[in-house]
Nanobody
Framework: QVQLVESGGGLVQAGGSLRLSCAAS????????MAWFRQAPGKQREWVAS???????NYADSVKGRFTLSRDNAKNTVYLQMNSLKPEDTAVYYC?????WGQGIQVTVSS
């Protein structure tokens, strides 16, 4: 069984940066593809970005050029670097690997 734990969220002013981490543990030998989603209050959960096992990445248009994915295979951790944050980035962010979801972490961007 795989567990995912997010960290690194918090409160930041518009224009600031945060780095989210998603650490995988349990029955895992290496990180396969991993994706980040977010859910703002009153809205549906939306896809943000994906990191594929071969290293390719893909981003939603709303975050392209501002968010960057990276991985540390030794730590079974994927990072989401978020720069130039906007108030509309405020949401609970979730990582997902295969069918497993993390518990979510709050990101709040003040104007």
């Amino acid at each position: 069984q795989v567990q995912l734990v997010e960290s690194g969220g918090g409160l930041v002013q518009a224009g600031g940066s945060l780095r989210l981490s998603c650490a995988a543990s349990g029955s895992i030998s290496s990180i396969s593809s991993m994706a980040w989603f977010r859910q703002a209050p009153g809205k549906q959960r939306e896809w943000v970005a994906s990191l594929y096992s071969g290293g390719d990445t893909n981003y939603a248009d709303s975050v392209k050029g501002r968010f960057t994915l990276s991985r540390d295979n030794a730590k079974n951790t994927v990072y989401l670097q978020m720069n130039s944050l906007k108030p509309e980035d405020t949401a609970v962010y979730y990582c997902r690997m295969s069918l497993t979801w993390g518990q979510g972490i709050q990101v709040t961007v003040s104007s």
